[in-house]
T-cell receptor, first 115, second 112 residues
Framework: NAGVMQNPRHLVRRRGQEARLRCSPM?????VYWYRQLPEEGLKFMVY????????ESGMPKERFSAEFPKEGPSILRIQQVVRGDSAAYFC?????????????FGQGTRLTVV | DAKTTQPPSMDCAEGRAANLPCNHS???????VYWYRQIHSQGPQYIIH???NNETNEMASLIITEDRKSSTLILPHATLRDTAVYYC?????????????FGTGTLLAVQP
């Protein structure tokens, strides 16, 4: 059973470009969480999604950031018009449906560098 | 979600037990205690979780006090590869969201 897969592992974008980060949850998992880790800082919750639904986006910046988890395919975190302050590691986690007291498994992250 | 308090850093000699404390005095009845760790530049790794009973798995043991206001993660025989930031998280399950809220954690440095 493959773990949570994130791609790309490293992404370089120029200021003003768009960044798309992908997360494929573990097989059988329908809950996805995105976190951001700025350099030398802790993990900050961004958004929690279930298939086709955003459940909690309380940690998402109000502008330029969006997330989706379609019925088919990976979850996508999209950052429009990137700025240098968006440079960070973005981690995705997944957990299974129907079992609340369970662990969430994390991917290895996408490291975004804005130049 | 209840907040947690952890020491910012700890040292442990290789081969000895590492005991990492966590205070969660405002924990409520439906909140679980989770432990994760993050080895430098990697994704967080699940270690163990519990509600009120002590738990043990192949990685660690979790000791939760009877009043549930604090807990200790025990790595029985620490190795150099256990050097990481360890996060104690109190997670409220049910309701609209099951997110994990990470604090600043404890940087465990295992010394040779």
């Amino acid at each position: 059973n493959a773990g949570v897969m994130q791609n790309p592992r490293h992404l370089v974008r120029r200021r003003g470009q768009e960044a798309r980060l992908r997360c494929s949850p573990m097989k059988g998992h329908s809950h996805v969480y995105w976190y951001r880790q700025l350099p030398e800082e802790g993990l900050k919750f961004m958004v929690y999604l279930q298939k086709e639904n955003i459940i909690d986006e309380s940690g998402m910046p109000k502008e330029r950031f969006s997330a989706e988890f379609p019925k088919e395919g990976p979850s996508i975190l999209r950052i429009q018009q990137v700025v240098r302050g968006d440079s960070a590691a973005y981690f995705c986690a997944s957990s299974p449906e129907g079992r609340l007291n369970t662990e969430a498994f994390f991917g290895q992250g996408t490291r975004l560098t804005v130049v | 979600d209840a907040k947690t308090t952890q020491p910012p850093s700890m040292d442990c000699a290789e081969g000895r037990a590492a005991n990492l404390p966590c205070n969660h005095s405002t924990i409520s009845g439906n909140e679980y205690v989770y432990w994760y760790r993050q080895i430098h530049s990697q994704g967080p790794q699940y270690i163990i979780h519990g509600l009120k009973n002590n738990e043990t798995n192949e990685m660690a043991s979790l000791i939760i006090t009877e009043d549930r206001k604090s807990s200790t993660l025990i790595l029985p025989h620490a190795t150099l590869r256990d050097t990481a930031v360890y996060y104690c998280i109190v997670r409220s399950l049910g309701g609209a969201t099951n997110k994990l809220i990470f604090g600043t954690g404890t940087l465990l440095a295992v010394q040779p």
